[in-house]
């Protein structure tokens, strides 16, 4: 196969987070909505982030974090409860990580 045949604009799609734990916590999954691709300079900051300082962690997945129109969902002040935050983070984390 050609790497130009794999070559695509993103689509978004949707995430579901639906553990046992975030279900408990919020009485149903926790949806939002990424991008099935992502540009190299996010996997080149995602490397370069220190995986025990939370804080460029999230820095590095908080615009990855999307609505079902492709919004930014965490912008301003906006954030998320610790738990949720977490889930998302480690979710896109795993994501990537395929």
């Known amino acids: 196969m050609k790497l ?3 070559a695509g604009e993103p689509k978004l799609v949707e995430v579901s987070l639906d553990t046992e734990e975030i279900v408990a916590e919020y009485g ?7 991008w099935d691709r992502q540009p190299m300079n996010v996997f ?6 220190d995986e ?8 590095a997945v908080k615009d990855m974090i999307l609505d079902e129109k492709g919004k930014h969902i965490l912008v ?3 954030t998320l409860p610790q738990k949720a935050l977490m889930a998302v983070v480690n979710a896109l ?3 990537l990580g395929k």
């Not at 149903?28 to 990424?34: A, H, N, R």
């Not at 080149?44 to 982030?49: F, G, I, P």
């Not at 025990?52 to 820095?59: K, M, Y």
């Open 52 to 59: 025990n300082n939370l804080a460029t962690v999230f820095d």
């Open 76 to 78: 301003n002040k906006k």
């Open 93 to 95: 984390v795993e994501r």
């Open 4 to 6: 130009s045949e794999l």
């Open 44 to 49: 080149v900051k995602l490397a370069s982030v």
């Open 28 to 34: 149903e999954p926790l949806v939002f909505w990424t």
